[in-house]
């Protein structure tokens, strides 16, 4: 059907409305990568054949949402309108799992307890969603509907206000629109920082005979999935976001033309964006004459091909017109000469999930959440070390502490916090001595990181800083376009200056070597890779020069990572000679009678690690 | 093994992109999408049907990481190495892989079973170490689960 009003969309919005008032529980099964790896499709049929059994159907609704975040957990399953959150339903048995859920709390109204989270610390357990440690401090505006609704159903969108900031955007002036945007101060979450309403406005003004608006699924930072979340979870919100930004940015004859580029290795993001594309043009939200207004943009999905350099905006233009991903000198603007050379606007998936919400609140109200130069909210990949590791949205500006101890539930294994790494290869470490800072966009740049895309890797005493440095460093090199000199031999000599170091032939003037390569790096690259290669390089330098000394000076890595510097050895104290290590050692280097302490023989060890993962006492050592 | 190319198919692909060069990205996929690589009779095809140089189509196919030149095992093994699973021991999983099939990363087993490769980031960082063999995602993997792994898809049937 399509809708031609505000009347129209109130309309679908109610019967959506209506029918799952109609139902006494809505069981939501989560669909999201993380749990479907645990199979949480198997669960999900599971359980609609036990409802049926039961003869539930008019009573019971099932449905399949995006991810919420906490995939560790998985597969979660959450009742509504009771907020009862279970997680880790039937990994080892769906069948068992399905009949328990539905026997107990479908039919007897009762929880189930193995079914309930339980503090990593405390073992205390919570049945209430928003009262679980992980998202009790979480603000969710971009990831506000995943998890909660059916990416494949444009209803549930509808259902919880979706569209309703379209209808809202199409009958305001498109100036007023960037005014809005302008007002909240929302600046792009794909790295930059750069304030959306200003971007918007050069593209406006910039003339030409068509108009692209581009949304930049790339998500190259190796560690953060958020957009892939949004895309998967919420794929209306961006379609949303997209035609608020087209139509704000559109100006007399030209048309505007949209385009969402999507990483290669998120296949899901791709098929659920092409349904919500399909039934936004069916619904008249998307096409020609959009909500009769006489608005027409629509737009497509291109898969990346898995280029780091790709999600650079120049780089991605060029690959989407078919080219080879090389970025372009930054005097070209985009805004005036982008794809095909025409006037282009690119946003981050996040930037344009949080468009719907700033129109329909206000400009104000999104203000009113955020630090003075960071506004709202913004997602981060909370992953490493920590207890709970997932996707979590918070207002800018909320200490480091919090994000790490409270949300993230602390250390895993009691072990030392020691830093976190933020902004992936273009970031830097933070170490434990700043874990007051107030996170945002200005802070993360002061202390030497970045915001990034929101990796948020958090390490601890068993994590070293040379091997951090260096693992970022071999992936800039190996993802380096090789356009410009500065980047391309600049990387290719820290790689080896760090082949040396980690492999203990590392000398005295390799640091001087490192920070001098940084430093033309920064100044001499076309493009923000090469640019910020230096962060994760001299942040570590900086803040943990000890390190790189213990390496060079010392030939050890004090914390046990870097391959050729250590040994494995066992604990006589702790090991309990259960010779689960003996039988996996794949060099048979393990000695070792039952109940008797074992040895590694060192002549023999090939440093594989595969003791160090199966012992259940932690008593393999590296040093 | 070097697959028989059907220039029929590659043709269609073609067409169904409206043969426009800007499209070149796209029907690499596809067709990459139906031999698990790129072989060179669709390259050359390609070339010829969109009127641009051989040398515009190698260098798309050798930039980007998705695209092979050479044809693949059955099962494509992923071993991610994103910082999440970096941290938690991705490296000694890429080796117990290289060590437990023989081959190097990007290599493929003689008997055209496996192929080994990495790749940066997967989106299922909250389940670090994470490791994808042809469709299926495995989340936290460790090393002395890599063997049994490799057996589950060695023992399926044809
Ligand atoms: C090497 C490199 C990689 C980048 N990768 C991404 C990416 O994966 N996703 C993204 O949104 N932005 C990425 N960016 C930033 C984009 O160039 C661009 O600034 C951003 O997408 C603009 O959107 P925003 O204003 O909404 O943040 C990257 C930048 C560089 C220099
Ligand atoms: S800085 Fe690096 S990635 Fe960017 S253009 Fe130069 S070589 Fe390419
Ligand atoms: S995929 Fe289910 S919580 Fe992330
Ligand atoms: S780092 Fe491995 S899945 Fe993201």
Redesign the pocket.
């Known amino acids: 059907m399509k809708i031609n009003s505000l009347a129209d969309l109130e309309s679908v919005k109610s019967k959506a409305l209506a029918a799952s008032a109609a139902m006494e529980k809505t069981v939501i099964v989560c669909g999201g990568t993380g749990c479907l790896s645990y199979g949480s499709a198997e669960l999900a049929s599971a359980l609609e054949r036990k409802i049926k059994d039961r003869k539930l159907n008019a009573k019971v609704m099932l449905k399949m949402s995006g991810c919420h975040g906490f995939c560790e957990r998985g597969p979660i399953v959450v009742i509504e309108p009771d907020k009862i959150y279970y997680q880790r339903v039937g990994r080892r048995d769906k069948e068992k799992a399905a009949e328990e859920l539905v026997e107990t709390t479908l039919v007897q109204g009762k929880v189930v307890e193995s079914f309930l989270y339980s503090d990593p610390v405390t073992k205390e357990r919570m049945i209430d969603y928003y009262k679980i440690p992980f998202y009790a401090k979480q603000k969710r505006i971009a990831l506000r509907n995943s998890g909660h609704i059916n990416p494949a159903d444009i209803d549930d969108y509808i259902a919880t206000g979706g569209y309703a900031a379209l209808v809202k955007a199409l009958a305001m002036k498109p100036e007023a629109v960037i005014e809005e945007i302008k007002k909240s101060n929302l ?8 304030p ?1 309403g200003r ?1 918007w406005e050069s593209t406006r003004k910039a003339e030409g005979p068509v108009k692209y608006i581009i949304c ?6 190796p560690g953060a999935f958020m ?1 892939r979340s949004i895309m998967e979870g919420d794929p209306h919100t961006v379609l949303e976001g997209m035609v608020i930004a087209a139509y704000a940015i559109a100006k007399g004859k030209a048309p505007a033309h949209g385009f969402i580029y999507v ?1 290669h290795e998120y296949p899901l993001a791709v098929k659920n964006l092409t349904k919500a594309i399909e039934q936004a043009r069916e619904h008249g939200l998307l096409g020609k004459n959009i909500l009769n207004s006489g608005f027409d943009f629509d737009l497509r999905i291109n898969r990346g091909g898995g280029a ?9 233009m060029r690959s989407l017109e078919g080219r080879v991903g090389e ?1 372009r000198a930054k005097y070209v603007h985009a805004t005036e000469k982008g794809l095909w050379d025409q006037p282009t606007n ?7 999930a949080c468009l719907p919400e700033i129109i329909v609140k206000g400009a104000d109200w999104f203000a009113s959440i955020g630090t003075k130069g960071s506004k709202g909210t913004k997602v981060f990949s909370l992953v490493g070390k920590v207890n709970n590791t997932g996707l979590v949205e918070v207002p800018m500006g909320i200490p480091l502490r919090e994000i790490v101890f409270d949300i993230g539930g602390g250390i895993r294994k009691g072990k030392k916090f020691k830093a976190v790494q933020t902004g992936g ?2 970031g830097g470490v933070i170490p434990d001595s700043m874990i007051d800072l107030p996170v945002d966009f200005d802070e993360l740049t002061r202390v030497g990181s970045m915001m990034g ?1 929101g990796g948020l890797i958090v390490m601890d005493e068993e994590d070293c800083m040379v091997d951090v440095a260096y693992y970022f460093v071999k992936f800039l090199e190996e ?1 380096s376009c090789g356009k410009c000199v500065p980047c391309r031999e600049g990387l290719r000599r820290m790689r080896q200056i760090f082949d040396r170091i980690t492999t203990g032939n590392g000398n005295p003037d390799d640091m001087v070597m490192l920070e001098e390569l940084c430093t033309a790096m920064k100044l001499g690259s076309l ?3 090469g ?2 290669a230096a962060n994760p390089v001299m942040s570590t330098i900086n803040y943990f020069r000890s390190e790189y000394e213990a390496h060079i000076k010392d030939k050890k890595c004090p914390a046990g990572v870097c391959k050729a510097l250590i040994a494995y050895m066992i604990d006589p104290e702790s090991c309990t000679g259960c010779q689960l290590c003996v039988k996996n050692c794949p060099s048979g280097a393990i000695k070792g009678v039952k109940k008797k302490p074992h040895t590694i023989d060192k002549e023999i060890c090939i440093k594989c690690g595969v003791c160090y993962d199966v012992c259940k006492f932690d008593s393999v050592k590296r040093k | 093994m070097q697959a028989k190319v059907n220039l029929k198919l590659v043709d269609e692909v073609i067409k169904s992109w409206g043969a426009d060069p800007a499209f070149l990205i796209p029907m690499m996929q596809d067709i990459q999408a139906q031999y698990n690589y790129l072989p060179r009779p669709a390259l050359n095809r390609l070339q010829e049907k969109l009127n641009i140089p051989l040398t515009r189509v190698s260098e798309v196919a050798t930039f980007y990481k998705t695209f092979s030149l050479k044809p693949k095992g059955k099962y494509i093994i992923q071993v991610c190495t994103g910082t999440a699973c970096h941290l938690r021991g991705a490296p000694r999983i890429a080796d117990s892989f290289m060590r437990e099939l023989g081959i190097e990363v990007n290599g493929t087993t003689k008997n055209g079973l496996f192929t080994l490769s990495t790749v940066n980031c997967l989106g299922a960082c909250a389940l670090a170490p994470v490791v994808k063999v042809n469709e299926d995602v495995h989340g936290q993997v460790s090393s002395d689960k890599v063997k049994k792994i490799i057996e589950a898809y060695a023992a399926r049937k044809k």
């Open positions: 600046r792009g979450r794909g790295g930059g920082g750069y959306t971007k930049n699924g790339d998500e190259g930072d957009d990483r780091f350099v790709c999600g650079e905006s120049s780089a991605l970025p690119l946003n981050n998936v996040e930037t344009y290869p273009s895309s993802e493009c923000g890779l640019q910020t």
